[in-house]
């Protein structure tokens, strides 16, 4: 059983930094998709950004140049460098982990099986 737990989240002005940890066991890190999704209240949980097992990474177009996902497999676990942070960002984020199965890895919550209780982040002034 795949097992993730966030931590990292918290409060933030506009254009400050944020980095974002899951710890992640119960896996294969070689075999998984891992990736950070958010979601508000009244929205659908949306795709931040996904790193398969040969470390190719994706982002959703509101944050390409922000964050950064990276992956520690010495430590297990997953990060999210959160650049320039903007009140849009204001979310709860999750670290999700799915089997891959093809080439890709997809930034849709609706393929991740495995998922973190989440962790916070707002973003205000």
């Known amino acids: 059983q795949v097992h993730l737990v966030e931590s990292g989240g918290g409060s933030m002005q506009p254009g400050g930094s944020l980095r974002l940890s899951c710890a992640v066991s119960?896996?294969?890190?070689?075999?998984?998709?891992m990736g950070w999704f958010r979601e508000v209240p009244g929205k659908e949980r949306e795709g931040v950004a996904i790193i398969d097992r040969t470390r190719n990474t994706m982002y959703a177009d509101f944050v390409k140049g922000r964050f950064t996902i990276s992956q520690d497999n010495a430590k297990d676990t997953l990060y999210l460098q959160m650049n320039s942070l903007k009140a849009e960002d204001t979310a709860m984020y999750y670290c999700?982990?799915?089997?891959?199965?093809?080439?890709?890895?997809?930034?849709?919550?609706?393929?991740?099986?495995?998922w973190g209780q989440g962790t916070q982040v707002t973003v205000s002034s």
């Open positions: 119960g896996y294969s890190h070689s075999t998984y998709c």
């Open positions: 999700a982990a799915a089997p891959q199965y093809g080439l890709f890895c997809p930034l849709a919550s609706a393929a991740y099986n495995y």
